[in-house]
Nanobody, 116 residues
Framework: QVQVVESGGGLVQAGGSLRLSCVAS????????MGWYRQAPGKQREWVAI???????NYADSVKGRFAISRDNAKSTVYLQMNSLKSEDTAVYLC??????????WGQGTQVTVSS
């Protein structure tokens, strides 16, 4: 089993920055990709960014150029640096870890609120 725990959310003004962290524990050798999703009230969960063990990264168009994902495999940690935040970025941000087999593990989420 794998457990993932997010941290770093909070309240920030539009245009500001936040850095989210996600630490995985347990059977971390099973993890291939780690990434971030978000869910705003009344909306479906939305994929934000992904980082694969081989270094591949990708971003949703809505955050490209503003958010940056990075990963420390030795620490089983993935980060999401969020810059130029907008009110529409307000959501619960959830960390996802996935194995090659397709098994997924999710964190509880961390709230990000951007005030305009």
């Amino acid at each position: 089993q794998v457990q993932v725990v997010e941290s770093g959310g909070g309240l920030v003004q539009a245009g500001g920055s936040l850095r989210l962290s996600c630490v995985a524990s347990g059977s971390v050798s099973r993890i291939n990709t780690m990434g971030w999703y978000r869910q705003a009230p009344g909306k479906q969960r939305e994929w934000v960014a992904i980082s694969a063990r081989n270094g591949f990264t990708n971003y949703a168009d809505s955050v490209k150029g503003r958010f940056a994902i990075s990963r420390d495999n030795a620490k089983s940690t993935v980060y999401l640096q969020m810059n130029s935040l907008k009110s529409e970025d307000t959501a619960v941000y959830l960390c996802n870890a996935a194995a090659v087999s397709g098994v997924n593990w999710w964190g509880q989420g961390t709230q990000v609120t951007v005030s305009s």
